[in-house]
């Protein structure tokens, strides 16, 4: 049975909610287990895994130096640098942080790569969702996989001209500040082409419209969906019930 994009959506929404809610560092470590496996089962994992490491990277070794090395509440200290201190509790917070945060990137990215943006638009706009404000949100929701399709068709164009990027980070580095020109304005080119596209078929236009596209949901999917935004907002009240017993 084929998922409904409002069921993915829904799936990946309260996935990231009550992952972030419950702050429990064996969910997210299984939440990362299922998303790399649903991407390897859908083909997505080889286009998934640069797209995380692009986001996680920079965002985990934050969390590592912010927490690990200046963490207030760390009494455990393994290594000291002057006002600097290495402690086992600060680089827990940053581990369970991290592998929060990775949880949450990974089930969006996974729905992100997978899901069909004609079809989510549509959805969208049966349920009375203005046009553009759908295509707006599946444009979003899509705009990474779009910029490494893009990149990956730039490095190739580059490559068959003479192009040789050599291994390293450094030699990466500087093929990508190549790419970057190209891809900022071939995305500006797409912005303008997908207006003019959107105008001419009247999304800006008040009133009811129709689709030509049909996308066939089911009753137990929708009772899914319920029940998945139904857990997601319980997950979150008793966090915030729980936070505010603490003070």
Same mark, same amino acid.
């Given at each position: 049975?084929?998922? /409904? ?21 064996? @969910? ?5 287990? $299922? !998303?790399?496996?649903?991407?390897? =089962? ?11 490491? #692009? ?11 912010? /927490? ?12 000291? =640098? ?15 942080? !991290? !592998? ?5 990137? @990974? ?12 079809? @989510?638009? #549509? ?18 929701? $899509? ?13 190739? !164009? ?12 450094? /030699? ?10 190209? @891809? ?8 303008? $082409? ?28 929708? #009772? ?16 915030? =019930? ?6």
């Amino acid at each position: 049975m084929r998922l /409904h994009p409002l069921t993915s959506l829904a799936a990946a929404g309260s996935t990231a909610a009550i992952t972030t809610a419950a702050a429990y560092l064996p @969910l997210s470590l299984a939440v990362i287990a $299922t !998303a790399v496996g649903l991407a390897a =089962w859908s083909g997505s994992v080889r286009r998934l895994l640069p797209a995380a490491a #692009a986001i996680l990277v920079p965002l985990c070794l934050s969390l590592l130096v912010l /927490h690990g090395l200046f963490f207030p509440e760390g009494d455990t200290v393994l290594a000291e =640098w002057g006002p600097a201190r290495v402690t086992s509790e600060g680089l827990s917070f940053a581990l369970n942080r !991290a !592998a929060q945060l990775g949880a949450v990137v @990974l089930a969006l990215l996974v729905f992100s790569f997978s899901v069909s943006v004609p079809d @989510l638009v #549509a959805a969208l706009s049966v349920r009375g969702v203005q046009g553009r404000f759908a295509f707006v949100l599946a444009s979003t929701l $899509t705009l990474l996989p779009a910029i490494t399709s893009r990149v990956e068709r730039i490095r190739q !164009a580059q490559e068959s001209r003479g192009l040789v990027i050599r291994r390293g980070l450094l /030699h990466r580095v500087a093929a990508f500040r190549r790419q970057a020109v190209p @891809l900022v304005l071939s995305l500006v080119e797409d912005a303008g $082409t997908r207006a003019a596209a959107l105008e001419s078929r009247g999304f800006s236009n008040p009133g009811p419209r129709t689709s030509y596209r049909d996308v066939p949901d089911s009753k137990p999917q929708r #009772a899914l969906r319920v029940v998945l935004l139904v857990a997601a907002a319980a997950a979150v009240a008793i966090r915030l =019930w729980l936070a505010a017993e603490g003070t």
